[in-house]
Structure formats: structure tokens, C-alpha cells
């Protein structure tokens, strides 16, 4: 009889979890229900259910599905998960010693270039040879290091959470997965009699070739890989080092002693041409691209260095994230996410944003919506993972003070007196003026304004409000 009720497959795109959740159906008296926890889908894209419970009722009370997982499944069941699969799930499942954890690793780097490979094709999975798209994928290094950064923390945090239930985990690595022993052992370990002599064969491998014939600028991808700590991206997850703030977004200027540290959802062109005209340079000479070592370096050779941060009016920033990544239709739109915010949170705008333009009453029904979702979104009572452009200013701060706090929090509104007093702590007393960018949004931001709209801002992004002070934003 098995010591476990249920399991978890704690995974990553692009890791092989869809070839392992095949091999794990492939044994009697195991069944995995897919990715039974993305925000946008039901375990699987077309699906309308999982065991009786609907994508809606699984989104108002997650526990309803863990529950049938456990209770309907066709013996011991589970459910593939991801770092942004819905976040009230994790905890639950963590410190719960009756969910067998499976923790699935990858090469990060061979990870990412598969994902960009099959983002670029469409393929994601592959059954037939014959039907093989092929594609080169091109290595950015910011975004990669992101991705670094998002699978590091998450698999801390597992690890975290194992050590403190005082629990273990069967750890499978992508190569694993063609061996056949591992399978039966994981299915030995989940407490299931049954084996298999041989792999599922209907997934195929897909893009089989040597790395440097699948990404186009390969010789900056070795430059990258050899500037970061190798051994973390090979050596097993629990020995994975907790990675800080997000160094690559970082900008410097280009002899004065100041740093910048960006906040996501604010526009900081104008700051960058700041600190450009500060020693008479363009903004391409601004210092960027920078990592942990380097920023430590780079303090280290600049003695009464001074870096700040500038945070937003919390309605101006959540609203500029609405317009940019909801409303829009530009390259920073999230389409996905808009669908299942019309879906689920019953967000009134088009499917097509493009062909039934919005009126100002319509806009504003629409924004207040969001703001309703974003309340819900910033307390985990949402299964859609918090984005960097509408997370708390004050949680991404403390992402800052992990490596190290900025000197100076500077509000965005009075930017042209705190930026003189930066540089004058920094030893430049001759700094330049501040010309701030009009807000793109900030017009039609001021024709939907009320107070109905300033108290939903507010009791969504409470903790900004009285961590810097803010009071109504006009």
C-alpha cells in the first residue's frame, strides 16, 4: 500500500515532464492529470475538466480539484506543476507529507533554447518524425539569465520546504527519463506494484541537434554561460545557490558614481537620459549587462557610489501595466492572460481589442475590473502568478535588499529635485536638469479618474500606498 494519496511533478517547459507524465500513465494504477493547475487551461489546452471539476470551479476553490485528484483518480493521481502555475496550490502541496514529490531538472541552458525553439516552430510536442519543424533559436542573454533566475528561486523554494516538513523528493534529471530501472523505481517509490519493460515511444525527441547548430549567435551564448557560475546550472537542485535581485536590469552611469536599479511598470527612459547627460554621453554609453560580480566590482572601484530606485503613483503604475499588457496590442501585450481574465474574471473587453476600439466609459469599466483582479492577484487568491509589472513596489524593493538596499527610494513626481540630491551625495554638483516624458496614459488616465476608482486602487495596492506615502492621485 502506498505511503502517499496523491503526487505533484514539479517541473519547468521544456524539461521532458510531458514525456514523463506519459511513462507514469503508462503503469497500472498510476494516472497523472497534466498541468492541472495552469491558469489558463484545465490539464490541458482543449480541456474542459479534470475529474468532474470544471476550470471555473477549480479557479474560485483549488482545493475542489486537489480533492478529487486524490479521491477520483483511477488509483494513486497527480498533476504536473510549474513555477507559474496558480500560487495558492504550492504551500498546500508542500507541507503536505501525504503528496509524493517529483522534482524534474534540466540543463537551464538546454532548457531555454528548446522553449525558444519551440515558442518560434509551434511545436511543442512531436509524435511523428516526419512532421518535425525545425528553427534556430537566438541567445539573449538578459532573458536568459531571467530564466535562470525564475527556475533558481523556485527550486529553493522547494528545497526550503522539504527541509522544513522534514520530507524528501525523488529526483529525476532529463536524461533519466530513457531509463527504463528509474521509471519502475519511481513507480516502486510511489508504492505501486506494477512495471514496464519499456519506454512509451510516442513522444519523440525533438531538435536533436549539437547545440551551436541550434542557436544562431552561439559564440555569445559560450561568452554568457562563461561569465555565470557554471557549476549551478549542472549540479542538482538542492544544491542551488539563492539567487538575488535582477543584476542585468541594472544601469550605471557612465563615470559618475551612481547606479540605478529599475522597477518594473515605470518608464525610465527619461532617467536613463539623465544619467547619460550627467557626464555628457549618449545612453548607449551608459554601463549595462550587468551581474552580481560585476555590480560588486564595480562598487568596489567607485568609493561614495550612490544607487537609488524610483518608485510610481500606485494607480498611474497600475494603469500604465493595464494599457501596456492587457488593453494594448503591442508587443508587450499579453494576450493569454487577457483571455483568461475575460473568462474567468469577467474583464469586459473584446476578444478582439484591435477591431472594437474602447469609449472612455468602457475603458473605465475595464480598468476597474483589472483593479478588482489585481486585489485578488496581490493577496495569492488568483491562480495567475503576480507579474513584475503590477507586483508590489514594496515586494520588489526587498528583491533589491537582498543583495543590497538603494540609498535612495525616489519618487517619480519629483524627480528633478531628489535627482539633485542624489548627485550632490554622489560629489556631482553640477548635475543636469530632469526632463520627464509625459505618461502615454497619463491623459486618459485623468479623463476616467474618480474616487470609485482611487479606493479600488487602494485597496488593491494598499501596501504601496503607506509604504511611500502616496495619497490620491489627483
Known sequence: MSQFDYFV???????????????LNAFQGLQCHG??????????????????????????????????????????????????????????????????????????????????????????????????????????????????????????????????????????????????????GLAQWLGCPDRVSGLDKKLKKQNPEPMDDKVINFTEME???????????????????????????????????????????????????WLARLDGVSTADLQTDFSQKTVRLWKKDRVGHRAFTVV?????????????HIRGDGPETYPELR????????????????????????HREAFLAFLKFLKANLSAQTGVRVDLSWASQVAILQGFAGFASPDMILREHQLDTDLRLLAISAGVVDAPAYAAAPDPFGRLLSEIYDQEIEAACRDACQRDYIAFGYGDYA
Open 35 to 184: 498541468e492541472a493547475f495552469n491558469p489558463h487551461f484545465i490539464g490541458y489546452p482543449n480541456s474542459t475538466d479534470i475529474l468532474g471539476v470544471s476550470h471555473a470551479q477549480r479557479e474560485a476553490n483549488p482545493q475542489q480539484l486537489l480533492d478529487a485528484i486524490k479521491t477520483k483518480s483511477d488509483g494513486l493521481g497527480g498533476f504536473r506543476f510549474f513555477n507559474d502555475h496558480d500560487p495558492r496550490v504550492i504551500d498546500v502541496v508542500l507541507n503536505d507529507p501525504r503528496c509524493a514529490k517529483i522534482i524534474l531538472t534540466r540543463n537551464p541552458a538546454e532548457s531555454y533554447v528548446s522553449l525558444k525553439i519551440a515558442r518560434a516552430t509551434g511545436q511543442w510536442k512531436l509524435t511523428n518524425v516526419k512532421n518535425a519543424r525545425s528553427d534556430q533559436a537566438y541567445f539573449d542573454p538578459a532573458d536568459f539569465e531571467a530564466h535562470l533566475e525564475a527556475l533558481q528561486s523556485f527550486q529553493v523554494r522547494l528545497l526550503n520546504g522539504l527541509q522544513r516538513t522534514g520530507q524528501t523528493a525523488f529526483y529525476v534529471a532529463y536524461e533519466d527519463l530513457q531509463d527504463v530501472d528509474v521509471m519502475n
Open 339 to 362: 483571455e483568461t481574465l475575460r473568462k474567468m474574471f469577467k474583464l469586459p473587453l473584446p476578444k478582439d481589442v484591435t477591431k472594437s476600439p474602447l469609449s472612455k466609459e468602457e
Open 9 to 23: 511533478i514539479f517541473a519547468e517547459m521544456r524539461t521532458g515532464s510531458n514525456f514523463l507524465e506519459a511513462n
Open 223 to 273: 561568452a554568457t554561460l562563461a561569465r555565470l557560475d557554471r557549476f549551478n546550472l549542472s549540479r542538482t537542485p538542492n544544491f542551488e545557490p539563492r539567487r538575488g535581485p535582477a543584476f542585468p536590469t541594472y544601469v550605471a552611469a557612465a563615470k559618475s558614481p551612481i547606479l540605478y536599479l529599475p522597477m518594473r511598470g515605470i518608464t525610465d527612459l527619461a532617467v536613463r537620459d
Open 312 to 324: 510610481r503613483h500606485p494607480l498611474a503604475r497600475a494603469h500604465s501595466a493595464f494599457c501596456t
